[in-house]
């Protein structure tokens, strides 16, 4: 029954040549778009690597030193005691204004402070905030550097192409060694295979590379070259001032409901944490907030000062915009799906006359137009992979590298089903009602 009703579809897709070119246009874009959003999402936000357990990772990105002032405001009003005229005087403490310094960690105040978070499976430091530059045959070479420590390929999940990350021996020893993405290969030795063993210059030592991995491809670690944290030589000579720096921490809880708890042993560690000795002279409180993943994400787009208030205005600014893109053709699409089954009514007529019954001709108009909808899904899917591939080769989006993977074909699947439901259901419901006399009377079988 479903194969005739399939064959028949494709069959009324080709009378009307061009009303099915204007609809499958409009499906086609529309979901092309969606599946765009979905793989720009899934790409930052999703569940790819290196960062396989967004859901599970808490970030502390940055350290608050400061001390807030406060004016004593009085009062003065009058009374009456025993019987004479008394002046009242009472007075408010308002806040006056603060000294406040914001910035990322020093290495050192990270190591002796969040190295021991309970509930936390993984965790790491490094630095993301260096560029240097090289020339190699007369060309510019870019490297954004990241300083880390050895557990960085513990929680971050690299795709190694040849070679592998440093140890905590090669961090301790301070060895010049490095590993480097497929896109700095190329660019630097003009090659991507048999790198492991060449040298690489850069801020004035020469690195042997050890590994090289695929680009991370997402905003949060564009990175060309990752190396291990003592060769941060502006970081050396931080260690004895104020807890200041360019590191960041990362951790990773055991499951999904361990990023509560670990942002709980945060924040008791820093109510037990004091200002560091050099800074108590100009700063009385200290405070180091730790954010998921997905907070930090959205603080870093929408730039709002609460993290988990630019996480909810980030959520309802995409599900308004998807909302949108879907509510917006598909009424379009249900107009043009009435005139369009208002042209057969002869024949449902006939079909009824002949017994067939409401949810026969229901169901029969629905599976005609998600056909219809998953054509239009096709020519989208192609057209979304089309606008990928231009997006990642142009660096439309900087270093972010979309993605395809199984998550954007089943989401894509879906809307496409959705799409087909929403849009057929109501002009099949209508027709389904319709009176077997007033059907036959328009005469256009």
Known sequence: MISNYIKLAIRVLGRNKFFTAISLFGISFTLAILMLIVSVMETEVGQTPPLSEKDKMVIV?????????????YAYDTTMYNGAQVIDTSFTLNESGQNNSNNEFAYWFLEKHLSNVPNAKKFTFFNSNNVYNSYVNNSKVEFKTVYSDHRFWDLFDFQFVEGFGFGESAVENEELVAVITTELADKYFGKVENVVGEILEMDRKNFKVIGVV?????????????????????DAQRRNENGFGGYMGMFVGEKNSDVGLIKNDIEFINSNTEVPAVAQDNYDIIEFEPFSFHEAYAGQILDLDDEEESLKWMKWIMFSLMGF????????????NVSRIMERSSEIGVRKAFGADRNTILFQFVVENIVQTFIGGLIGLVMAMLFI????????????????????FFFSLIICLIFGLVSGLLPAYRMSKMHVVSALKQNKL
């Open 61 to 73: 990105p940055n350290l608050n030193l400061k001390r807030q002032f406060y004016d004593t405001i």
């Open 389 to 408: 591939y231009i997006i990642n080769d142009t660096k439309l989006m900087g270093d972010v590298i979309l993605k395809l993977n199984y998550r954007f």
């Open 214 to 234: 695929e680009p991370a491809g997402i905003m949060l670690l564009a990175v060309d070259i990752i190396v291990p944290y003592t060769h941060d030589n502006i």
């Open 325 to 336: 893109l879907i509510i917006l053709p598909t009424l379009n699409l249900i107009n043009l």
